[in-house]
C-alpha cells in the first residue's frame, strides 16, 4: 500500500513540475507582448553556439519535495526519532525537489550571434526551436524588453 501511495505522489510531484515549464522560443509571446510595437532589424548569422536555459525558481520543487519528504520521513523510528525523521526528510526533500523541478525545465537553448546591417554585431539567447547556422539572413524583432531572431 505505501508503494502505491509513494508512486502517487511521485506522479503527482511529476504532473506539477510540467505545470511550470515556460517557452522561450522565437515564436512564443507573453500576454504583454501582443499587440505591441516591435522594432525590426536585419542581418546575417555570425555564430551559433549551444546554451542551456535555465528556468525560474517558482518554488514548487522545493515545497513540495519538503512536503513529502516531511511525510516520509516521519515514518521513521518511534517518538523523538519520528520528529527527526520528518526534519531530515523535509530537509533532503527539498533540496530534491529543487534539482527536479530545475532539471525537468531546463530549455536547450542558442545564444545566435548576428553581425546587422548596420555594422553592429549583437548575441541574441532563445530556445532553440529554429535552426540557424552562420551565413542565415535574418530579423531580428526587438521591444518590451524582448528580442528574438528568425528567418
Excluded: W
Excluded at 38 to 46: E, M
Excluded at 129 to 151: A, C, M, Q, Y
Amino acid at each position: 500500500m505505501r508503494t502505491i501511495t509513494r508512486a502517487a505522489c511521485a506522479a503527482a510531484f511529476a504532473a506539477m513540475l510540467g505545470g511550470c515549464a515556460y517557452n522561450m522560443g522565437p515564436g512564443d509571446y507573453h500576454a504583454v507582448e501582443a499587440r505591441g510595437e516591435q522594432s525590426v532589424r536585419f542581418g546575417v548569422v555570425d555564430s551559433v553556439k549551444p546554451v542551456r536555459i535555465q528556468p525560474y525558481n517558482t518554488g514548487v520543487g522545493s515545497t513540495s519535495g519538503a512536503f513529502i519528504g516531511g511525510i516520509a520521513g516521519s515514518n521513521v523510528g518511534g517518538g523523538n526519532g519520528q520528529i527527526v525523521g520528518a526534519i531530515g526528510g523535509a530537509l533532503i526533500g527539498s533540496i530534491l525537489g529543487y534539482n527536479i523541478e530545475k532539471s525537468a525545465n531546463e530549455l536547450p537553448g542558442v545564444e545566435v550571434t548576428v553581425l546587422l546591417d548596420s555594422g553592429k554585431y549583437i548575441a541574441v539567447v532563445q530556445e532553440a526551436t529554429e535552426p540557424f547556422k552562420p551565413g542565415d539572413r535574418v530579423r531580428i524583432l526587438g521591444g518590451h524588453n524582448s528580442t528574438r531572431v528568425t528567418h
